[in-house]
Structures are given as C-alpha cells and as structure tokens.
C-alpha cells in the first residue's frame, strides 16, 4: 500500500517539469538582491531523473542605482544538474554547473556599501565552496571597481577540463597592475592548489596556496611573498591600516580558516629594517581582533614614511624649525575596528644622526579606540627609560584629537649621552609625566598639563663652562681647554599646565659656581622665556652683572645679556667698573643637591 502511494510522487519528482518555477525563482532573487531580477528562460533539459539538469538563460540582476545603474549580473546561459531531494528541504547542492556568457560588475563605495549585498556589509563564517562535481566557465568577465580601498580590477575568467584561470588587469592605488591566478580542474573533494600573481612596477605580490577543496579560499594554507614600493599597495590588498613606508619586502606563511587567519615566519624587510614575526587575526562581530609577534635585529622609524612623507616632514621642519617633540600622528581614525595585543622587540634602533636612544621594548594593547603600552622600555647607551604611554580616542568623532598620556623614568642614564659635544657629564635620572590632546606627539605636549624633571649628579664639567655659569669673565676665557671642575647636580623642573611649565626649580651647581635659572617654557613652539643668573663661589676678578636672557627654543636657545647703556662695551665696561670699586659681591653656597632632586623627582 506505501509503496503503492510514493510510487507515483516519486515518478511525479523524477518528470517534474521545473521550467514553471522560473516566476518564483526570479521573486526570491529580486528579495535577495532587493531588485527586480529577471530570466529569460528556465527549462529541464534532460527527461526524467532524480538529478535533473536545468538550463537558465539571459538572467539579469540589475545594478544598485547608487553605483551607476546598468547590470550587476549579466548571465547568457547556465545548465545546472542538481540533486533533487536536497533540493526539496532547502539546500542547493549542484554536482555539475556550466556557465557560458557570464558578466559582473562588482562594486564598493567609500562608505562602505557593496552592490552585491541588499543592505550593509554582513560578516559570514567563510563557508567556502560547494562540493561540485564539474565546474565549467566560458566568455565571463568580472569588472570591480572599490572606492574605499582605491582599486579595481577587469579580468576574464576561465574554468575548464584543463584548469582555472583568472586574468587581466587593476589597479592598486596610482598604481597599473596585472592578475593572474591558475589552478587545476575542478572536481571532486580533495585539496586544490592554486597560485595568484598581482604584479606591476609599483608591487609584485605571489601566493602559492592550497585550499582545504576546489575554490574554498576561506580555508587554505599560503606561502606568500611580496615586493612594493610602498608598504601602503600591499594594504590596499589586505585592508589592514598600513601605514606608507620605504621599499618593502616580506614573505610568510598564512593559514586561512574562514575569519581567523594565522601568520607565521613572517620575515623581510622596509626600507633599512628587518622584521620577523607571528600574528593571528581573528574577525568578530564586525571587529578585528590581532595577536601578535613583531621583532627587528634593526630599526629605523623613518621607514614607517615614504619619501612623499619625508618631503612633507622636511617642509615642517623648515617651517618650525628644530624641535626636540617629535610630529608622530598619533590619531587612531584608521583602527577604529581594530582590537589586540602586539609585543614589540627592536634589538638596535637606527637614527640619521647621534642618538642616546639603542633598543626599544614594548607591549602594543588597543582596545576599542585606547592604545597603551604599559610596559615600554628605551635602552640607551648607559641605563633606559621605562614607563606607560597611552593614546585615548574613545567617544571621538573621526578627526577629533585624541588623548595623549605619557609617563616615562629614565634610570642610570648618563648625562654625556643626550650633550656628548658639550663635555658634561654625570649621573643622571629624570621623569616625564605629561598628558594633553592633539592629533600628533607634538601638538599633544604644546597643550598638555603635567610635570617634567632631570636630575645629573657627581659629574665633571670643563672648567671654562663652570666659571662662565658663575659669570666670571676673566677665568672663563683663560682657564685651560683640558682643565675640568666638578659638577655637583643639575637640577630641572617643569610644572606645566596646559602648554605652560614654569621652572621650579631650575639650577646648575658646580665646584666653582651656582646658576639658578627662572621663567617658563612655552610647550607649544618650545620657545624659552628665561632668566639665569651666576654667582661663584670664590672671588672673581671681573664678574658679569646682571641676569642672563635666555629665548629661542629648546633645540636653538638664543643667550641675550644684561642690558646696559652702550651695549656690549658698556656692560663690560659697568662689570670692570664694579672689579675696581673693589665692592664685596654675593658668592654662592653649595645648593642641597640630595632635596634638590628629591623633591624635582617627586610626582
């Protein structure tokens, strides 16, 4: 009796005509895309059969009006044989697909809108492909044009008995290219090689790849390697927010399994740096998510910017002059999606000139728009400076300036290393705890509030230089070249409020002489407003009067003298007339070094 009532359902199944769902396939394709998709024609080809073979011709999507108009998808003929049980519960498992005549235009605007979606980008688990038996493409071409990532590409694709092939031309931003990408035949389950090549003067990027199955570029494994120009190219493939840079070249291994990726024996270099290193990228709920690995035997941070960038920042200086607070952007506008851990090792850092600054140590965490790096370490020549930095974005819209916070101690530094042309040396400490919005280092510390101290102690000094800070113009211009005196402790202090620090206390004490200095620094622009004044601490025989200006900036301090009627001579002049009246004058006492530094040192 069963068998009597599925007998003719099965042979209704086996001889359905399929052609007179041609109307209900077009519906659901028009709600899927969110436009009137229109076939042709829809027909079984062959007669009877649980595994029927369905010919589609002249399908037509229609393009997003926002990207232009004309057609998305454009589909001359397709012949699909398919089983029919799956089918009937809902899943479309093609064993065999021929395509002739297939056209799209794919396309992505700034803001993020794909014509190929319905509504906003959507994160799948990367399924990969359907298991198919014979693929076969002819005459198709995809042309995609993205105007977030500045790139397009026009190439033809071909599928057939004797493999893949995708080829054609692109571009990467200002930058002419070329595709092409082989692999074997498609058929059966097992694992599917394939290489990918985009090359060009500009980049030449090469993958030798295995997918888990034919087609299934969500899970794979990859040898990749890669030449730019500019780190910048090899980003506008990848999407990761790399910066531009100097002339790279990289090569890794790479597991894809649908949103994670794992990075191994990354290696190379940009510009004069070498980089090796492991990461793992992880994407969850529209999130990226890194943890990784990044060391160098050598490092220059001028490879982080190409020569565009070090003609622009040539300009800056020639405009502001030499300042010691570096112009490093620190704006996050392009990490916003981007979460994770990075542990950085630089064994030898490389600079253009003099630097005390050797190595450099750090834990990279970024967190939803907050980047720290609580454990940072600077080794310099002698000692290092340790301590947190942090750059807060959070709740700001795009532009905004973020929070700068930065919170160094230099320990067992020596004095020699920051001034090695100056012949001064000491023991020497300090700490900087500053906190200011800006969109780079520099304009961040033009307005921050906070305090900065340096502290150098037990040291020498030429003895020229110590006489000349007592203001004894006789013995600093005779004492001998090679005769040295004591230096007992440097002493600076900084209390700054939003871009103003005040010196408290501000002082240079020798064997022979104490100056004490007073006034301000304006942070922004680094310019000086200060005033010394230098007493000895033995009799003098012609002592400067008066106290000594000093302005300019940081990096270019200006010295202005004493004022006196007739300039110069007249204050040398009114110094030579006080030497013979023969009038006691104030001589200095040894300043308390030890409070001195305690209390600079104190924050």
């Not at 780079?440 to 000094?461: E, M, P, Q, Y």
């Not at 600093?476 to 939003?498: H, P, Q």
Request: with cysteine; net charge positive.
């Amino acid at each position: 009796m069963l068998v009597a009532l599925l007998l003719p359902l099965a042979i209704g199944v086996a001889a359905f005509p399929w052609g007179v769902l041609d109307g209900f396939v077009a519906r659901r394709l028009s709600t899927s895309f969110g436009r009137p998709v229109t076939i042709g024609s829809l027909e079984r080809i062959d007669r009877f059969g649980f595994t029927p073979t369905l010919r589609i011709g002249d399908l037509r999507i229609p393009q997003a009006r926002w990207a232009g108009g004309g057609d998305l998808a454009r589909l001359r003929r397709a012949d699909v044989t398919l089983p029919v049980w799956p089918l009937l519960i809902g899943h479309v498992r093609p064993q065999v697909v021929r395509i002739d005549g297939l056209g799209l235009r794919l396309v992505r605007a700034k803001d993020g809108r794909e014509s190929w979606r319905k509504g906003p980008t959507t994160e799948g688990e990367g399924g990969g492909s359907p298991h198919l038996g014979v693929l076969t493409i002819a005459h198709s071409r995809v042309v995609y044009q993205d105007a977030k990532r500045d790139r397009s590409a026009d190439v033809a694709l071909e599928v057939n008995g004797s493999g893949v092939r995708i080829t054609g031309t692109g571009r990467l931003l200002d930058a002419p290219v070329r595709i092409d990408v082989r692999g074997p035949a498609i058929g059966g389950d097992g694992r599917w090689p394939f290489t990918a090549a985009i090359s060009g003067a500009a980049i030449d990027l090469r993958v030798t790849a295995t997918a888990d199955r034919a087609l299934d570029i969500a899970h794979l494994d990859a040898r990749v390697t890669a030449r730019a120009t500019n780190l910048s190219y090899i980003d506008a493939i990848i999407e990761a927010g790399l910066p531009r840079t100097q002339p790279v070249r990289l090569s890794a291994r790479v597991r894809r399994d649908g949103r994670d990726w794992r990075i191994s024996a990354l290696s190379g270099m940009i510009g004069r740096s070498d980089i090796t290193g492991n990461a793992t990228i992880r994407k969850r709920d529209g999130r990226h998510l890194i943890d990784g690995t990044i060391r160098a035997k050598q490092f220059d941070f001028d490879d982080l910017s190409d020569a565009r960038g070090h003609v622009v920042a040539a300009a800056k200086r020639a405009r502001a002059g030499k300042r010691l607070f570096p112009d490093t952007a620190i704006d996050l506008d392009e990490s916003g999606n981007t979460d994770g851990t990075l542990r950085l090792h630089a064994a030898r850092l490389l600079w253009p000139g003099p630097s005390p600054f050797r190595s450099l140590d750090g834990t990279l965490r970024l967190d939803r728009s907050r980047l720290t790096i609580d454990d940072l370490r600077l080794g310099l020549i002698h000692g290092s400076m340790v301590g947190r930095v942090e750059i807060d974005q959070r709740g700001m819209a795009p532009g905004g300036r973020p929070m700068f916070r930065i919170d160094l101690r230099l320990r067992d530094g020596r004095l020699m290393d920051f001034a090695p042309d100056a012949g001064i040396d000491g023991a020497m400490a300090g700490r900087m705890k500053l906190a200011g919005p800006g969109r780079t280092i520099r304009a961040a510390i033009g307005s921050s509030t906070g305090h900065i101290a340096i502290v150098a102690r037990d040291g020498v000094l030429p003895a020229r230089t110590a006489e000349l800070l007592g203001q004894d113009l006789v013995k600093g211009l005779l004492a001998a070249k090679d005769k040295e005196a004591s230096l007992r402790c440097i002493v600076m202090r900084l209390d700054a409020t939003n871009g103003l620090a005040i010196a408290n206390p501000m002082l240079i004490d020798t064997g022979r002489a104490r100056t004490d200095v007073k006034g301000r620094i304006l942070l922004n622009g680094e310019r000086l407003d200060l005033a010394a004044q230098g007493l000895p601490k033995g009799n003098s025989a012609l002592r400067l009067q008066g106290t000594i200006g000093i302005g300019g900036t940081i990096k270019a301090p200006a010295i202005m003298l004493p004022a006196a009627k007739g300039g110069k001579l007249g204050l040398i002049l009114k110094s030579i007339g006080r030497a013979i009246d023969d009038k006691p004058e104030p001589m200095a006492t040894d300043a308390d070094c030890n409070a001195l530094a305690q209390k600079a040192l104190a924050f």
